[in-house]
């Protein structure tokens, strides 16, 4: 998401985002001290958590006037200790906004509508299920390589194209954020059009590579629940022999073995997977479970 906003807002204004995973308080102060300089118009910081209170206090360093929440998952469940804790924690980023700030939230995501938030900010809602979005993406379709898509703005009849080189209907979530913004900050819509056309992939994130005769989709960075269903779904839609491999999913708490066997379920529902290689046969039983309870051929594991 970070990534993606970058490459689209730098179509007009000079941008700098947090490098990597430099999404602490120390990995903000490093980028802040050592990067940030005074041609820059637009900041980006990453703000990673693993509690509650911790992104209040990367916004008190930071002090955002804009926010983007993407979708609430279970990620660092483990460390939150709940779902509802990682709610909390990840809208203490829009709670932090300026009376006069913008929060991008996903309508689609039914945590997020039903959150109470403590603040009068001006929100702007991105979709794609939801007809009431602000920003919303439609007739999403995968070309080869490419996924192109329509999206419409509020107060704005017209629908335009798009075209990236991202996979995944998580990453189309992720180009309607910065769009949202984009478009508050008055970016001509021929010029979006043209940086989602330019957004690179990001290594190891639904990364797609030719080897020989085939093509490796590379999401081996990190995963969770939502993440590892959309890299499914993205393989799902591609003909072809298709090859899952996987060590599966850590940091999920007291959900690790369930979210990890419904991982094995969606490996052949919705990846409709060949042949399935699972990594570490202890860490990987949960799926094992889950490929079985569903009739996956052992032939095939």
Request: a neutral charge.
């Amino acid at each position: 998401s970070k990534n993606i906003l970058n490459d689209i807002l730098s179509i007009k204004f000079n941008t700098l985002a947090t490098p990597k995973s430099l999404n602490t308080f120390n990995g903000l102060m490093i980028t802040i001290n050592n990067k940030l300089s005074k041609f820059d118009e637009v900041f980006i910081a990453e703000m990673g958590a693993y509690v509650r209170g911790e992104i209040n206090g990367l916004c008190d360093l930071v002090n955002p006037k804009y926010g983007i929440i993407t979708s609430i998952g279970t990620a660092h469940l483990e460390t939150f200790g709940s779902e509802e804790n990682i709610l909390h924690g990840k809208m203490e980023l829009i709670e932090h906004l300026p009376h006069d700030g913008v929060g991008v939230l996903n309508c689609d995501d039914p945590k997020q509508v039903s959150y109470k938030l403590k603040n009068n900010c001006k929100i702007i809602w991105i979709g794609i299920d939801n007809p009431k979005a602000d920003v919303r993406a439609s007739n999403i379709r995968t070309e080869g390589t490419k996924t192109l898509f329509d999206v419409e703005f509020s107060g704005d009849k017209k629908k335009y194209q798009f075209e990236t080189k991202l996979l995944g209907r998580h990453n189309i979530y992720n180009i309607l954020s910065a769009l949202a913004l984009g478009y508050e900050f008055k970016i001509p819509i021929k010029d979006l059009c043209l940086a989602v056309r330019r957004v690179k992939p990001i290594e190891h994130r639904l990364e797609i590579k030719k080897i020989g005769n085939f093509y490796q989709i590379d999401d081996a960075y990190n995963s969770n629940p939502v993440g590892a269903k959309g890299a499914l779904e993205v393989l799902g839609s591609i003909d072809g022999f298709r090859v899952v491999v996987t060590p599966g999913m850590i940091e999920l708490g007291d959900k690790e073995y369930e979210l990890n066997k419904e991982f094995g379920r969606q490996i052949s529902k919705i990846a409709n997977a060949d042949l399935v290689i699972l990594i570490g046969k202890k860490q990987t039983k949960p799926i094992l479970d889950g490929l079985e309870e569903v009739g996956f051929s052992k032939s095939k594991i």
